[in-house]
């Protein structure tokens, strides 16, 4: 597809933290953020931005929407004809961000809220009656913003992003407070964007669901990129293999035979086995060893199983990890965190 | 659009929506009871203040009765703009304000003129009509001269204010400490400052409070000039040469200038650093 693609290369941004000492209650020292991320975004793409909570996602996502500056590295924007350095005041006018949870509150009016932004972008107000229509809040647009739901806010932090055309969209969680009709209505739209060469970077702390809207997926953990790619090229860089979580009525069978077994469950009447296997012509093998089967459910590589192929840590460490506050970079920068 | 276009519409945009606010319907029967009302009671023919004195000019009434902006309207300015930033900053919008290419210098102009606005233009207001009160009380009309100062000096403290207010606000995240901090600030020049004063006047062997005391009223009237309040008093006293502190007109208006470029600067350099 022609179009600009965007470029990160060696993209870092960290948070001051406060460090006070007792000469300098003031100081502050480098913490949490984004480091060195290297990754591009094709015209037409939609690449999920995937990790645990506190991975960088966010940060990521301001630094390229040109809310946060970039401390190191450098944004490329390619077309067909030349590739241009981008800083934070030309970003703006070519990404639409939609942050996390917009909680739009107070007396002003839908379509006020809107045709401020609008005004800061220069964008008419013909274009935020067509958005409000676009996102379903066109019945709505007299509405009070503290009268909206959590779906409306979304859907209307979303034609927010969309105010300036942009080229580039960056979507943080967007799916989160939506009901079913909206999301699958939601998903409608990227894809309808993507057609017209927009590019957009959703991200998540889930995998699940992401798979069938992204092209591609960027997995992060404590602000360093780990890898992209398709899900299937990331499992098998990380010589992840394809699970098939497995169920039927009565006692367990006997299963010697099977080879991928991982993990069997049994209750009083059912049981549930865990194979390490795609399920591709595993089937036929149960039907004629006489195994009555009652689900059959191919399972791709969860975040945990990512992360803890990528980060080499057990599930345990994982998830103490994204528990915990005290997100460090996983390799060791500059010496500040020893 | 050009960018001063923008930042016009911008500033109009929070003007309205601070100036439609529950909490400005809820601040005004105060305003009108501290300006229109502090203007009758001090243009009353029969009032005589400590001292014996008895106000008889317009400019001296307009003098008297600009305890109520000190007072009321710089509280209710605080009241207004405690959360300019802060409670946009907490729900997620300022993240989508800083995604615009509108650049932040001219979101943090249009802020503090919007938020300015809506205080100073219902006290301009009600500022005229204390005039008119005053005439009709007094018979006489104060000078365009000294309406037009008081104008000024009114808008000016305002500023001050809303400027500080929105300063603080762009400290915090949370609207109660939003709100302590601009309450703070107010209490400490509008309350505070006569114990600064006096602790000073002690330090430095003046004797306190003697409005006789050369040494007193020229302490007193060179730390006014570090304080928001001090200034706008200094600068009505411009119109009143019965008034003699010691301080010199054009100084005055220097420190006015001070006052209103330090704290807007230094509001539009948080603006520019500030991450949601």
Redesign the interface.
Same mark, same amino acid.
């Given at each position: 597809m022609e179009g600009d693609s965007l470029r990160l290369e060696e993209v870092t941004f960290r948070h001051r933290m406060s460090d006070p000492s007792r000469l300098k209650p003031w100081r502050t020292r480098p913490g949490p953020g984004v480091h060195s991320i290297t990754l591009s975004l094709r015209p037409g793409e939609i690449l999920g931005l995937v990790g645990p909570n506190g991975a960088g996602k966010t940060t990521l996502l301001r630094t390229i929407a040109g809310v946060l500056p970039i401390q190191n590295g450098k944004l490329m924007l390619t077309s067909s004809a030349k590739e241009t350095q981008l800083d934070s005041d030309s970003l703006r006018n070519i990404v639409g961000h939609m942050p996390e949870q917009v909680r739009w509150q107070g007396r002003q009016s839908v379509e006020d809220a809107l045709l401020e932004l609008a005004e800061m972008r220069g964008a008419s107000a013909k274009r935020v009656n067509g958005l409000l229509r676009l996102v379903g809040l066109g019945q709505r647009a007299t509405a009070h913003l503290s009268d909206l739901s959590q779906g409306m806010r979304q859907r209307l932090t979303l034609a927010a992003a969309l105010l300036g055309s942009p080229k580039f969209l960056l979507l943080d969680e967007p799916l989160n407070g939506l009901d079913p009709v909206a999301a699958t209505a939601f998903v409608q739209l990227l894809h309808e964007l993507k057609s017209k060469g927009v590019s957009i970077i959703i991200s998540s702390h889930q995998v699940e669901g992401l798979e069938a809207i992204t092209d591609r997926i960027a997995l992060m953990h404590r602000g360093q990129l780990l890898a992209n790619g398709t899900l299937a090229e990331i499992a098998d860089s990380l010589e992840l293999q394809p699970s098939i979580v497995v169920a039927g009525p009565g006692k367990l069978p006997d299963l010697a035979w099977c080879k991928h077994r991982v993990e069997s469950e049994s209750a009083q009447d059912t049981w549930t086995i865990r194979l390490e296997h795609s399920g591709v012509g595993l089937l036929p093998e149960f039907i004629e060893r006489g195994i009555e089967v009652h689900s059959w459910n191919p399972k791709s590589p969860g975040i945990v199983e990512l992360l803890c192929a990528a980060t080499g840590m057990n599930i345990e460490e994982v998830g103490l990890e994204i528990a915990s506050t005290a997100m460090l970079p996983h390799k060791s920068i500059g010496g500040e965190e020893e | 659009?050009s960018d001063v276009l *923008?930042i016009q &519409? +911008?500033a109009r *945009?929070v003007f309205w929506?601070r100036i $439609? &606010?529950?909490r400005m319907l809820i601040m005004l029967p105060i305003l009108v009871l501290f300006l229109p009302g502090m203007a009758w009671g001090f243009s009353d023919p029969n009032i005589v203040l400590p001292g014996g004195h008895q106000p008889d000019q317009p400019m001296e009434v307009m003098f008297y009765a600009s305890l109520g902006v000190v007072f009321g309207a710089t509280m209710c300015g605080v009241l207004l703009a405690f959360d300019g930033v802060s *409670?946009d900053r !907490? &729900? $997620?919008?300022f993240? +989508? *304000? +800083? !995604? @615009?290419?509108? #650049?932040r210098t001219h @979101?943090a102009i249009a802020l503090m003129l919007g938020m300015w606005q809506a205080i100073f233009i219902p006290v301009a207001v009600l500022s005229l009509a204390s005039v008119a009160i005053i005439r009709w009380r007094l018979g006489e009309w104060a000078s365009v001269w000294d309406v037009m100062i008081h104008l000024t000096a009114t808008a000016l403290i305002l500023f001050w204010y809303v400027v500080f207010t929105l300063l603080a606000s762009s400290r915090t995240k949370d609207q109660g400490t939003a709100i302590a901090f601009g309450i703070g600030m107010w209490f400490l020049f509008t309350f505070l400052w006569a114990l600064f004063t006096t602790m000073v006047a002690y330090a430095s062997g003046v004797a306190i409070g003697e409005q006789n005391n050369a040494q007193w009223i020229a302490l007193e009237g060179s730390l006014d000039l570090l304080s928001p309040n001090g200034v706008y008093h200094h600068l009505l006293e411009t119109r009143l040469p019965e008034i003699e502190r010691g301080v010199p007109a054009w100084q005055s208006w220097a420190m006015a200038v001070i006052w209103t470029l330090i704290p807007s600067s230094l509001f539009v350099r948080r603006m520019n650093t500030l @991450? #949601?």
């Amino acid at each position: 597809m022609e179009g600009d693609s965007l470029r990160l290369e060696e993209v870092t941004f960290r948070h001051r933290m406060s460090d006070p000492s007792r000469l300098k209650p003031w100081r502050t020292r480098p913490g949490p953020g984004v480091h060195s991320i290297t990754l591009s975004l094709r015209p037409g793409e939609i690449l999920g931005l995937v990790g645990p909570n506190g991975a960088g996602k966010t940060t990521l996502l301001r630094t390229i929407a040109g809310v946060l500056p970039i401390q190191n590295g450098k944004l490329m924007l390619t077309s067909s004809a030349k590739e241009t350095q981008l800083d934070s005041d030309s970003l703006r006018n070519i990404v639409g961000h939609m942050p996390e949870q917009v909680r739009w509150q107070g007396r002003q009016s839908v379509e006020d809220a809107l045709l401020e932004l609008a005004e800061m972008r220069g964008a008419s107000a013909k274009r935020v009656n067509g958005l409000l229509r676009l996102v379903g809040l066109g019945q709505r647009a007299t509405a009070h913003l503290s009268d909206l739901s959590q779906g409306m806010r979304q859907r209307l932090t979303l034609a927010a992003a969309l105010l300036g055309s942009p080229k580039f969209l960056l979507l943080d969680e967007p799916l989160n407070g939506l009901d079913p009709v909206a999301a699958t209505a939601f998903v409608q739209l990227l894809h309808e964007l993507k057609s017209k060469g927009v590019s957009i970077i959703i991200s998540s702390h889930q995998v699940e669901g992401l798979e069938a809207i992204t092209d591609r997926i960027a997995l992060m953990h404590r602000g360093q990129l780990l890898a992209n790619g398709t899900l299937a090229e990331i499992a098998d860089s990380l010589e992840l293999q394809p699970s098939i979580v497995v169920a039927g009525p009565g006692k367990l069978p006997d299963l010697a035979w099977c080879k991928h077994r991982v993990e069997s469950e049994s209750a009083q009447d059912t049981w549930t086995i865990r194979l390490e296997h795609s399920g591709v012509g595993l089937l036929p093998e149960f039907i004629e060893r006489g195994i009555e089967v009652h689900s059959w459910n191919p399972k791709s590589p969860g975040i945990v199983e990512l992360l803890c192929a990528a980060t080499g840590m057990n599930i345990e460490e994982v998830g103490l990890e994204i528990a915990s506050t005290a997100m460090l970079p996983h390799k060791s920068i500059g010496g500040e965190e020893e | 659009m050009s960018d001063v276009l *923008r930042i016009q &519409s +911008l500033a109009r *945009r929070v003007f309205w929506d601070r100036i $439609g &606010s529950t909490r400005m319907l809820i601040m005004l029967p105060i305003l009108v009871l501290f300006l229109p009302g502090m203007a009758w009671g001090f243009s009353d023919p029969n009032i005589v203040l400590p001292g014996g004195h008895q106000p008889d000019q317009p400019m001296e009434v307009m003098f008297y009765a600009s305890l109520g902006v000190v007072f009321g309207a710089t509280m209710c300015g605080v009241l207004l703009a405690f959360d300019g930033v802060s *409670r946009d900053r !907490a &729900s $997620g919008v300022f993240e +989508l *304000r +800083l !995604a @615009q290419p509108m #650049p932040r210098t001219h @979101q943090a102009i249009a802020l503090m003129l919007g938020m300015w606005q809506a205080i100073f233009i219902p006290v301009a207001v009600l500022s005229l009509a204390s005039v008119a009160i005053i005439r009709w009380r007094l018979g006489e009309w104060a000078s365009v001269w000294d309406v037009m100062i008081h104008l000024t000096a009114t808008a000016l403290i305002l500023f001050w204010y809303v400027v500080f207010t929105l300063l603080a606000s762009s400290r915090t995240k949370d609207q109660g400490t939003a709100i302590a901090f601009g309450i703070g600030m107010w209490f400490l020049f509008t309350f505070l400052w006569a114990l600064f004063t006096t602790m000073v006047a002690y330090a430095s062997g003046v004797a306190i409070g003697e409005q006789n005391n050369a040494q007193w009223i020229a302490l007193e009237g060179s730390l006014d000039l570090l304080s928001p309040n001090g200034v706008y008093h200094h600068l009505l006293e411009t119109r009143l040469p019965e008034i003699e502190r010691g301080v010199p007109a054009w100084q005055s208006w220097a420190m006015a200038v001070i006052w209103t470029l330090i704290p807007s600067s230094l509001f539009v350099r948080r603006m520019n650093t500030l @991450q #949601p």
